[in-house]
């Protein structure tokens, strides 16, 4: 019964290049998150996924980030052109379709951990 | 969703019980509150979750007084491991969509000392 899975779990990429992140939700969850964590700081909501479709997108960057949470497959958060500022942990959480007052829980990933040269 | 308030820092002996506080006095009706943790460099770990009544599962109990302005994770048996950021968030289930996201304070650095 696989948890939340994110890979890659360490990415380092120089500035100007683009960073992928993969986040597999728990089998059967059909909501995803994602989080970042800047050094020595607390989890900051980034944005929230349903399958295909973005719901809330408002703690991500307007510019250089977007997230996707296809049909088939990984949800993935891409960052463009990275900058040093962008160094942090991803991390990925899911959550079940449906939710009751007992579901209504998030699990989440062991995180990524972008480092920008 | 309600803001908390957490120490930021608890000590606490291996195998004795742990038990950090939190307050959210703005607490609606609808809000339930629930506890995470996150050791070092781990993704957060969900703890329990309750809405006005006490829970208990297979790591911790909860607390909530009766006006539900403040609440209690009790951690039976700490152990070593147990060390970790212990946070208490506060936010309504099954809101609509835009409201679904979890808002992590500063939380509780709790140290368990051999």
């Known amino acids: 019964n696989a948890g939340v899975m994110q890979n890659p779990r360490h990415l380092v990429r120089r500035r100007g290049q683009e960073a992928r992140l993969r986040c597999s939700p728990v089998?059967?969850?059909?909501?995803v998150y994602w989080y970042r964590q800047l050094p020595e700081e607390g989890l900051k909501f980034m944005v929230y996924?349903?399958?295909?479709?973005?719901?809330?997108e408002s703690g991500m960057p307007k510019e250089r980030f977007s997230a996707e949470f296809p049909k088939e497959g990984p949800s993935i958060l891409r960052i463009q052109q990275v900058v040093r500022g962008d160094s942090a942990a991803y991390f990925c959480?899911?959550?079940?379709?449906?939710?009751?007052?007992?579901?209504?829980?998030?699990?989440f990933g062991p995180g990524t951990r972008l480092t920008v040269l | 969703d309600a803001k908390t308030t957490q120490p930021p820092s608890m000590d606490c002996a291996e195998g004795r019980a742990a038990n950090l506080p939190c307050n959210h006095s703005?607490?609606?009706?609808?809000?339930?509150v629930y506890w995470y943790r996150q050791i070092h460099s781990q993704g957060p770990q969900y703890i329990i979750h309750?809405?006005?009544n006490n829970e208990t599962n297979e790591m911790a109990s909860l607390i909530i007084t009766e006006d539900r302005k403040s609440s209690t994770l009790i951690l039976p048996h700490a152990t070593l491991r147990d060390t970790a950021v212990y946070y208490c968030?506060?936010?309504?289930?099954?809101?609509?969509?835009?409201?679904?996201?979890?808002?992590f304070g500063s939380g509780t650095q709790l140290t368990v000392l051999p």
């Open positions: 968030i506060v936010r309504f289930v099954i809101s609509s969509g835009s409201a679904r996201q979890l808002t």
């Open positions: 089998k059967g969850h059909s909501h």
């Open positions: 996924l349903q399958k295909e479709n973005i719901i809330d």
């Open positions: 703005t607490i609606s009706g609808n809000e339930y």
């Open positions: 309750g809405l006005k």
């Open positions: 959480a899911s959550s079940p379709p449906n939710p009751t007052a007992t579901t209504d829980t998030q699990y």
